[in-house]
């Protein structure tokens, strides 16, 4: 009776074994199912996380190329406005110098004139 008493026992053992290894087995798999959705997740989140980094990479690159555009234009006024200044003082110098040239021309016309009639008054 001994004797099967402990054929039952190792028997039995031996299902408790496979049940054990069975869900050991199964347990194992889960790790591995686990795992490799966390990879996948992980996978998923680095592109996100790349695509999220480029749009904001592209903004921020937009944003600098249009304060550099409005930079350029306000550089553009800066230098139209300057170049306008200079245009008008030019300007201002040559009416200047015309008047002070009309004036030696005038003073030179009337030395002219005297020396003429001085000359033509002469004894």
Not at 26 to 34: D, M
Not at 76 to 82: A, G, I, P, S
């Amino acid at each position: 009776m001994l004797s099967i008493e402990r054929g039952v026992l190792s028997v039995w053992r031996d299902v408790v074994m496979d049940e054990v290894l069975k869900r050991v087995l199964e347990a194992e798999e889960e790790a591995r199912r686990i795992i490799e959705e966390a990879h996948e997740e992980a996978r998923r989140i680095e592109a996100e996380a790349r695509r999220i980094a480029e749009e904001r990479a592209r903004a921020v690159y937009d944003e600098v190329m249009r304060e550099a555009e409005r930079e350029a234009e306000r550089e553009v006024k800066k230098v139209e406005e300057e170049m306008v200044q200079e245009i008008k003082r030019l300007e201002e110098d040559a009416l200047t110098e015309m008047k002070r040239l009309e004036f030696l021309a005038t003073k030179n016309r009337e030395k002219a004139v005297k020396l003429l009639l001085a000359e033509v008054l002469r004894p």
